[in-house]
């Protein structure tokens, strides 16, 4: 998210290790889905996720990236849009780690992209090419 300079607030949400869904519910959750880790930022204990302000799964204590795939997986699964504020990392996740590359689309709300832009983001696929460059992914 820092390389596309998102805010990381619009996908993770940082929450006391001792938080329950409902204290979570009460403070107030996004309408859209969004990935709360409990503890650490950097080594989270345990994870929730949460639709439409109501935690729907967790608390989890496996991996953030089982999380992470969690959050995605809602995305997908439910054919929502990507959120303005995090579009160029969940495409990132979608196309770089996932390997879900349609040649023409976006799952960016339509009303918000650039009209030009028929397929991928060109800061995805920038990146997404020096990765490729040095070896880092292979789509």
């Not at 996908?11 to 503890?39: F, K």
């Not at 780690?97 to 799952?107: A, F, H």
Request: proline fraction near 4%.
């Amino acid at each position: 998210m820092a390389h596309f300079k998102e805010r990381t607030e619009s996908l993770l949400i940082e929450a006391d290790a001792a938080a329950t869904a409902a204290d979570m519910e009460r403070e107030g959750l996004p309408d859209s889905p969004a990935l709360i880790i409990q503890g650490e930022s950097m080594t989270p204990s345990k994870w929730m996720l949460s639709v439409e302000r109501e935690v729907v799964l967790g608390p989890f204590s496996e991996a953030f990236v089982e999380g992470l795939a969690a959050l995605f997986a809602t995305y997908y699964n439910l054919n929502l849009a990507y959120q303005d504020d995090a579009a160029c990392t969940l495409e990132f996740i979608q196309r770089g780690l996932v390997g879900i590359n349609p040649e023409t689309g976006s799952k960016v709300a339509a009303g918000k992209r650039d009209k030009k832009m028929h397929g991928m983001n060109p800061h995805v696929c920038t990146l997404l090419r020096k990765l490729m460059d040095f070896e880092w992914l292979v789509i």
